[in-house]
C-alpha cells in the first residue's frame, strides 16, 4: 500500500573536515558519494532496524549499487555543517532509489539519485525486498514515485 | 570543426587493490569515482599537454564537477586489471561530458558520464575552454555527439 | 607552568562504517589515521577554540604532521563504537605530540603517537605555539612528561 | 641462512595526483600509509610471487598490520614522482618489518617502518612465515638487521 501521509525524510549532518578538501579548499566530489552512502548505511541502521553487520553477517544480504549520480550546485567548504536529506523515489520490489539532497543552511549543494538492489549473498542472486523491510521503507517513498 | 575521422579514446588500466575493495570482497563504488577523476587527470596531463598543477598554479583555471553519475553492470574485485576507456560525450563553450566505460577483459564493468565546467580560479567564473586546448579535445569528441 | 591536576583527555567516539573495512571484513589500517587526524582536529576546534578553518585562513598558521606511528592490538568490525581518547604526551615549544588510544568497551584497540609542529603558513616556517592556544593546551598534557 | 650480498630494494614510483593533496595543497598524510600500503602488496605479488587476492583466497592467509609510523621531512606536491623503496628491516619468525624510504628526485621526502604478521584466516592465529615465501624475502634483508 502506497503511503498516505507526507513522507518522512531521514536527515544526517556531515560537518566538512579537513580531510574532504582538496587543493582548491573544497570538498573533493568524492568525498560526497562517501557520506551518501554513510547516511544510506544510517538509515538502514535507524530508520529500518536494520545495521549493516547485521544485514551482511546474520541476514546474508546485501545491497549493491546498481546505478548513481550527483548534480552538485555549489560547493561545500571546510568547517561547513553539510545537511544530507534523505527520501526513497522509487521503491521497486527488490531495489530502492533514494533521493538524497544536500544543504549548508539555505543553500542548496547537491541532489543525488541512488539506486541500489537487494541480493542473496549466498546465491549472489537478486531478492525481493522482505515484507518486515518494505513496510519501514514505506514511510520514506515519496508519493509522486509509487 | 567537428572531428571528421574516428575519435580517439584515452585508455589507462587500473589493478584492483586490497585498498579498493569492501568486506564483500567488492570495489566500494565510491573508489571507482576516484578512479574515474584520476583518468581525466592523465588524460589532462598526457593527452592535452595540461597537467593539473600547471592548470592549477600557472593558468590558474580548474574544472569543477558539475554533474556526474554512473552505471555499475557487474563487481570488480581484488587482482582484477580495471580498464578506463575515456571519450568525449559533449564538448560545449565552457563543459566537457566525458564517457568512460570500464572493462575487466571483454566484460564491461561500469559506465560513466563526468561533466566538469572550466572556471577561472581567481574570479571563480565559467570561462569559455580556451583555443589551444579545445583544438586537441576534438580528437576525443564522439560524432554523434558533437 | 605544567598542570598540577590530572590531565583532560578528549574523547570522541567513531562508529564503524562499512567504508572503513577491507575485504577481511576489519577496518583498514589507513582510515585509523584518518579518525586519529579527525579528533585531532575536533580537539582544536572544541577544546582550544580553534577550529580548522579559522586556524588556516585566518589566523594563516597550520600543524603540519612531522612523526606519526600506531600500534595495532586487535581488528575493529562493523559497526563498533571506537572511542578515541586524546591527550598530550609532549608540549614543546612550537610542536606537540598527541598520544591517542582507541577502546571498544574496555578492549584496547591502538595506541598511537602524533607529533605535529606548528608552521606559519605564509612564511613556511617554524614558529611557537602562541600563549593564547598554549594555556588551553596545558589541560591535556600528562604530568610525567612535562 | 642470512643474505651474503648487497640486499634488494623494490622500488616503485607514485605520480602525487590532486586527490592525494590537502587544503595546503600538498598530500594529506594518511595517503602516503595507502601507498606505503599499496607497495607491500605490489611486492607480495611481483617480489614473492603471491598477490593478495591468492594469498588470502587460495592459500587463506593474511599479513595485518602489527605497527606502523612514518617520519615526514618535507611534504609532497601535486605532480611530484614519489619513489617508493621497500626492504626488510627484520624478518622475524612470523612477522616482517619493512622500511620504506620516500624520495622526489633527490630529496628525502618520508621514512616508515610497517611491521606485519603472518595470520593463518582460519584459525586466526599467528602462524610462521612458509619456506616458499622466507627463500624469496631473504633477498630483501638489510644485513645489518638480521
Chains 1, 2, 3, 4 share one sequence.
Do not use: Q
Not at 13 to 33: K, L, Q, T, W
Not at 45 to 74: K, S, Y
Amino acid at each position: 500500500m502506497a503511503p498516505t501521509s507526507v513522507p518522512l525524510t531521514f536527515v544526517r549532518e556531515r560537518r566538512i573536515r579537513f580531510s574532504h578538501c582538496d587543493p582548491a579548499g573544497i570538498v573533493y566530489f568524492v568525498n560526497f558519494f562517501d557520506m551518501i552512502s554513510g547516511v544510506v548505511e544510517d538509515w538502514f541502521g535507524e530508520a529500518i532496524g536494520l545495521p549493516f553487520h547485521e544485514m551482511h553477517i546474520v541476514r546474508r544480504i546485501g545491497f549493491p549499487i546498481v546505478n548513481t549520480g550527483c548534480e552538485f550546485f555549489r560547493p561545500c567548504h571546510l568547517g561547513d555543517n553539510l545537511s544530507l536529506e534523505l527520501a526513497i523515489g522509487r521503491l521497486g520490489r527488490s531495489s530502492i532509489e533514494f533521493h538524497v539532497r544536500g544543504r549548508v543552511g539555505d543553500e542548496e549543494k547537491l541532489s543525488a539519485r541512488h539506486k541500489v538492489a537487494l541480493m542473496n549473498l549466498d546465491t549472489l542472486r537478486a531478492m525481493a525486498i522482505p515484507d518486515d523491510l518494505r513496510t519501514k521503507m514505506l514511510d520514506y517513498v515519496a508519493p509522486s514515485s509509487t
